[in-house]
Protein backbone atom coordinates (compact mmCIF):
# COMPACT_ATOMS: atom_id res chain seq x y z
CA UNK A 1 0.00 0.00 0.00
CA UNK A 2 1.17 3.45 -0.99
CA UNK A 3 0.43 6.05 1.87
CA UNK A 4 1.26 9.68 2.91
CA UNK A 5 0.57 10.81 6.02
CA UNK A 6 -0.31 14.84 6.23
CA UNK A 7 -1.21 17.46 8.17
CA UNK A 8 0.45 20.87 10.05
CA UNK A 9 3.35 20.24 12.19
CA UNK A 10 2.82 18.74 15.43
CA UNK A 11 -0.20 16.88 13.91
CA UNK A 12 1.10 13.40 14.48
CA UNK A 13 2.70 12.62 11.01
CA UNK A 14 5.99 11.21 12.36
CA UNK A 15 4.24 9.28 16.02
CA UNK A 16 1.44 7.78 13.48
CA UNK A 17 3.86 6.89 10.71
CA UNK A 18 6.22 4.76 12.82
CA UNK A 19 3.34 2.54 13.87
CA UNK A 20 2.01 2.00 10.94
CA UNK A 21 5.05 1.50 9.08
CA UNK A 22 5.55 -1.53 11.46
CA UNK A 23 1.89 -2.48 10.76
CA UNK A 24 1.92 -2.78 7.21
CA UNK A 25 5.56 -3.92 7.49
CA UNK A 26 6.61 -1.23 4.84
CA UNK A 27 9.00 1.25 4.81
CA UNK A 28 8.14 4.82 6.25
CA UNK A 29 9.95 7.72 4.24
CA UNK A 30 10.20 11.20 6.22
CA UNK A 31 11.37 13.96 4.75
CA UNK A 32 11.72 15.93 7.70
CA UNK A 33 13.96 12.67 9.20
CA UNK A 34 16.55 13.02 6.02
CA UNK A 35 17.04 16.25 5.88
CA UNK A 36 17.93 16.43 9.33
CA UNK A 37 20.03 13.50 8.87
CA UNK A 38 21.76 15.28 5.92
CA UNK A 39 22.22 18.23 8.11
CA UNK A 40 24.02 16.06 11.21
CA UNK A 41 26.02 14.09 7.97
CA UNK A 42 26.92 17.91 7.08
CA UNK A 43 26.53 17.29 3.50
CA UNK A 44 25.86 19.99 1.01
CA UNK A 45 22.02 19.29 0.76
CA UNK A 46 22.02 19.51 4.57
CA UNK A 47 23.94 22.87 4.50
CA UNK A 48 20.86 24.01 1.88
CA UNK A 49 17.91 22.62 4.25
CA UNK A 50 19.74 23.89 7.34
CA UNK A 51 18.92 27.95 5.78
CA UNK A 52 15.05 27.17 4.90
CA UNK A 53 14.56 24.52 8.32
CA UNK A 54 16.05 27.27 10.77
CA UNK A 55 13.36 29.76 9.59
CA UNK A 56 10.47 27.39 9.57
CA UNK A 57 10.55 27.83 5.31
CA UNK A 58 10.14 24.72 3.10
CA UNK A 59 13.25 23.50 1.10
CA UNK A 60 12.61 24.36 -2.77
CA UNK A 61 10.77 21.95 -4.71
CA UNK A 62 13.21 21.16 -7.22
CA UNK A 63 16.34 19.64 -4.46
CA UNK A 64 12.99 17.62 -2.07
CA UNK A 65 11.35 16.11 -5.29
CA UNK A 66 15.17 14.98 -6.57
CA UNK A 67 15.30 13.52 -2.55
CA UNK A 68 12.06 11.77 -3.02
CA UNK A 69 12.72 10.15 -6.67
CA UNK A 70 16.20 8.60 -5.67
CA UNK A 71 14.46 7.28 -2.52
CA UNK A 72 11.60 5.76 -4.24
CA UNK A 73 13.56 3.84 -6.90
CA UNK A 74 14.90 1.63 -3.71
CA UNK A 75 13.96 -1.92 -3.57
CA UNK A 76 12.29 -1.56 -0.22
CA UNK A 77 9.42 0.72 -1.46
CA UNK A 78 8.53 -2.61 -3.94
CA UNK A 79 5.82 -3.73 -1.46
CA UNK A 80 4.62 -0.50 -0.42
CA UNK A 81 5.50 2.76 1.80
CA UNK A 82 4.40 5.23 3.49
CA UNK A 83 5.32 9.06 3.25
CA UNK A 84 5.54 11.66 6.13
CA UNK A 85 5.76 15.16 4.96
CA UNK A 86 6.15 14.48 1.38
CA UNK A 87 4.38 16.63 -0.91
CA UNK A 88 4.21 19.57 0.84
CA UNK A 89 3.16 21.74 -2.45
CA UNK A 90 1.04 21.20 -5.28
CA UNK A 91 4.12 20.67 -7.60
CA UNK A 92 5.65 18.22 -4.93
CA UNK A 93 2.34 16.17 -5.58
CA UNK A 94 2.30 16.22 -9.26
CA UNK A 95 6.22 15.26 -9.64
CA UNK A 96 5.21 12.40 -7.09
CA UNK A 97 2.02 11.61 -9.03
CA UNK A 98 4.55 11.59 -12.43
CA UNK A 99 6.85 9.53 -10.99
CA UNK A 100 4.19 6.62 -9.68
CA UNK A 101 3.02 6.73 -12.75
CA UNK A 102 6.29 6.60 -14.83
CA UNK A 103 6.52 2.95 -12.78
CA UNK A 104 3.24 1.48 -13.10
CA UNK A 105 2.78 2.47 -9.58
CA UNK A 106 0.05 4.78 -7.71
CA UNK A 107 -0.88 6.46 -4.45
CA UNK A 108 -4.14 4.38 -2.33
CA UNK A 109 -4.42 7.45 0.11
CA UNK A 110 -3.77 10.44 1.62
CA UNK A 111 -4.14 10.47 5.67
CA UNK A 112 -5.00 14.00 6.48
CA UNK A 113 -4.27 14.37 10.48
CA UNK A 114 -6.60 17.24 12.20
CA UNK A 115 -5.79 18.66 15.22
CA UNK A 116 -6.21 22.16 16.27
CA UNK A 117 -3.25 25.28 16.30
CA UNK A 118 -3.53 25.12 20.24
CA UNK A 119 -2.85 21.26 20.27
CA UNK A 120 -0.05 21.81 17.85
CA UNK A 121 1.30 24.35 19.61
CA UNK A 122 1.48 22.19 22.96
CA UNK A 123 2.44 19.80 21.08
CA UNK A 124 5.65 21.04 19.60
CA UNK A 125 7.22 22.99 22.21
CA UNK A 126 7.34 19.69 24.59
CA UNK A 127 8.46 17.41 21.90
CA UNK A 128 11.81 15.81 22.63
CA UNK A 129 13.79 13.73 20.33
CA UNK A 130 16.50 10.51 20.64
CA UNK A 131 19.62 11.65 18.66
CA UNK A 132 20.51 8.11 17.68
CA UNK A 133 17.03 6.44 17.16
CA UNK A 134 14.79 8.73 16.31
CA UNK A 135 11.86 7.67 18.86
CA UNK A 136 9.66 10.79 20.04
CA UNK A 137 8.80 11.96 23.10
CA UNK A 138 6.54 14.65 25.12
CA UNK A 139 7.54 16.13 28.41
CA UNK A 140 3.88 16.26 29.65
CA UNK A 141 1.99 13.64 27.35
CA UNK A 142 4.53 10.81 26.66
CA UNK A 143 7.72 11.34 29.23
CA UNK A 144 10.39 9.22 29.09
CA UNK A 145 11.12 7.14 31.65
CA UNK A 146 14.70 8.60 32.39
CA UNK A 147 14.51 12.13 31.89
CA UNK A 148 16.79 13.61 29.20
CA UNK A 149 17.07 9.70 28.01
CA UNK A 150 15.34 7.15 25.33
CA UNK A 151 13.52 4.34 26.75
CA UNK A 152 14.49 2.47 23.77
CA UNK A 153 18.46 2.76 23.19
CA UNK A 154 19.17 5.05 25.98
CA UNK A 155 19.90 7.79 23.79
CA UNK A 156 20.44 11.52 24.53
CA UNK A 157 16.84 13.42 23.98
CA UNK A 158 17.02 16.82 22.10
CA UNK A 159 14.52 19.39 21.32
CA UNK A 160 14.45 20.18 17.33
CA UNK A 161 15.89 23.58 16.18
CA UNK A 162 12.57 24.31 14.76
CA UNK A 163 10.55 23.58 17.84
CA UNK A 164 10.49 26.91 19.45
CA UNK A 165 7.68 29.39 19.43
CA UNK A 166 8.54 31.92 16.86
CA UNK A 167 9.54 29.18 14.24
CA UNK A 168 6.52 27.34 15.18
CA UNK A 169 4.37 30.17 14.01
CA UNK A 170 6.26 30.51 10.77
CA UNK A 171 6.08 26.58 10.23
CA UNK A 172 2.09 26.88 11.07
CA UNK A 173 1.56 29.78 8.34
CA UNK A 174 4.24 27.64 5.48
CA UNK A 175 1.47 24.76 6.00
CA UNK A 176 -1.69 26.67 5.94
CA UNK A 177 -0.33 28.60 2.80
CA UNK A 178 1.46 26.06 0.56
CA UNK A 179 0.62 22.93 2.22
CA UNK A 180 -3.33 23.07 3.00
CA UNK A 181 -4.02 23.00 -1.07
CA UNK A 182 -3.25 20.07 -0.91
CA UNK A 183 -6.70 18.65 0.71
CA UNK A 184 -8.32 19.90 -2.13
CA UNK A 185 -6.30 18.42 -4.84
CA UNK A 186 -6.49 14.79 -2.60
CA UNK A 187 -10.45 15.69 -2.26
CA UNK A 188 -10.55 15.87 -5.87
CA UNK A 189 -8.68 12.71 -6.59
CA UNK A 190 -10.94 11.11 -4.36
CA UNK A 191 -7.58 10.17 -2.40
CA UNK A 192 -8.11 12.04 0.66
CA UNK A 193 -9.51 10.35 4.44
CA UNK A 194 -9.32 12.83 7.14
CA UNK A 195 -8.60 11.52 10.60
CA UNK A 196 -9.53 13.61 13.93
CA UNK A 197 -5.46 13.29 15.44
CA UNK A 198 -6.66 14.31 19.05
CA UNK A 199 -7.10 12.06 21.25
CA UNK A 200 -4.30 9.48 22.77
CA UNK A 201 -1.94 7.78 19.91
CA UNK A 202 -3.52 4.15 20.35
CA UNK A 203 -6.94 5.85 19.53
CA UNK A 204 -5.54 7.75 16.51
CA UNK A 205 -3.54 4.75 15.22
CA UNK A 206 -7.23 2.96 15.22
CA UNK A 207 -9.17 5.76 13.46
CA UNK A 208 -6.58 5.76 10.93
CA UNK A 209 -6.87 1.98 10.74
CA UNK A 210 -10.31 1.73 10.30
CA UNK A 211 -10.79 4.21 7.20
CA UNK A 212 -8.26 2.19 5.64
CA UNK A 213 -9.94 -1.08 6.07
CA UNK A 214 -7.03 -2.68 8.00
CA UNK A 215 -8.07 -5.07 10.69
CA UNK A 216 -6.16 -4.09 13.75
CA UNK A 217 -5.28 -7.40 14.91
P1 LIG B 1 9.09 17.77 9.43
O1 LIG B 1 10.14 17.13 10.22
O2 LIG B 1 8.24 16.95 8.56
O3 LIG B 1 8.22 18.65 10.40
P2 LIG B 1 6.67 19.05 10.41
O4 LIG B 1 5.86 18.79 9.23
O5 LIG B 1 6.69 20.46 10.87
O6 LIG B 1 6.04 18.08 11.41
P3 LIG B 1 6.64 17.58 12.74
O7 LIG B 1 7.67 16.53 12.51
O8 LIG B 1 7.03 18.76 13.57
O9 LIG B 1 5.34 16.98 13.45
P4 LIG B 1 4.65 15.58 13.26
O10 LIG B 1 3.36 15.80 12.55
O11 LIG B 1 5.59 14.56 12.70
O12 LIG B 1 4.31 15.25 14.77
P5 LIG B 1 5.00 14.22 15.79
O13 LIG B 1 4.55 12.84 15.50
O14 LIG B 1 6.45 14.48 15.90
O15 LIG B 1 9.77 18.90 8.50
C1 LIG B 1 10.69 19.80 9.08
C2 LIG B 1 11.14 20.81 8.04
O16 LIG B 1 11.80 20.13 6.95
C3 LIG B 1 10.04 21.63 7.36
O17 LIG B 1 9.67 22.75 8.14
C4 LIG B 1 10.73 22.02 6.04
O18 LIG B 1 11.64 23.07 6.24
C5 LIG B 1 11.53 20.77 5.70
N1 LIG B 1 10.79 19.83 4.85
C6 LIG B 1 10.37 18.56 5.19
N2 LIG B 1 9.69 18.00 4.18
C7 LIG B 1 9.67 18.90 3.18
C8 LIG B 1 9.10 18.92 1.88
N3 LIG B 1 8.40 17.86 1.41
N4 LIG B 1 9.27 20.03 1.12
C9 LIG B 1 9.97 21.09 1.57
N5 LIG B 1 10.53 21.15 2.80
C10 LIG B 1 10.37 20.07 3.60
O19 LIG B 1 4.29 14.68 17.15
C11 LIG B 1 4.58 15.93 17.74
C12 LIG B 1 4.62 15.82 19.28
O20 LIG B 1 3.32 15.48 19.74
C13 LIG B 1 5.56 14.71 19.80
O21 LIG B 1 6.14 15.13 21.01
C14 LIG B 1 4.64 13.52 20.06
O22 LIG B 1 5.14 12.69 21.10
C15 LIG B 1 3.34 14.24 20.46
N6 LIG B 1 2.15 13.50 20.04
C16 LIG B 1 1.97 12.80 18.88
N7 LIG B 1 0.73 12.25 18.85
C17 LIG B 1 0.12 12.65 20.00
C18 LIG B 1 -1.18 12.43 20.55
N8 LIG B 1 -2.10 11.70 19.90
N9 LIG B 1 -1.46 12.98 21.76
C19 LIG B 1 -0.53 13.73 22.42
N10 LIG B 1 0.71 13.97 21.95
C20 LIG B 1 1.03 13.45 20.75
MG1 LIG C 1 7.57 14.61 12.00
Do not use: W
Not at 29 to 47: C, F, N, V
Not at 155 to 170: F, T
Request: hydrophobic share 35%; glycine share 10%.
Amino acid sequence: MNLIIMGPPGAGKGTQSRRLGEHLAVPVISTGEMLRDEIKRKTTLGAQAKRHMDKGELIPDSLMIGVIEERLKRSDCARGFILDGFPRTVAQADALHKMLGENGSSLEHAVSLAVPNDELLKRLSGRRTCRDCGAMYHIIFDPPTNAGLCNKCNGELYQRDDDYEDIISSRLEVYESQTSPLLDYYRGHRQLLEVDGIGGRDDVLARILKRLGISQS
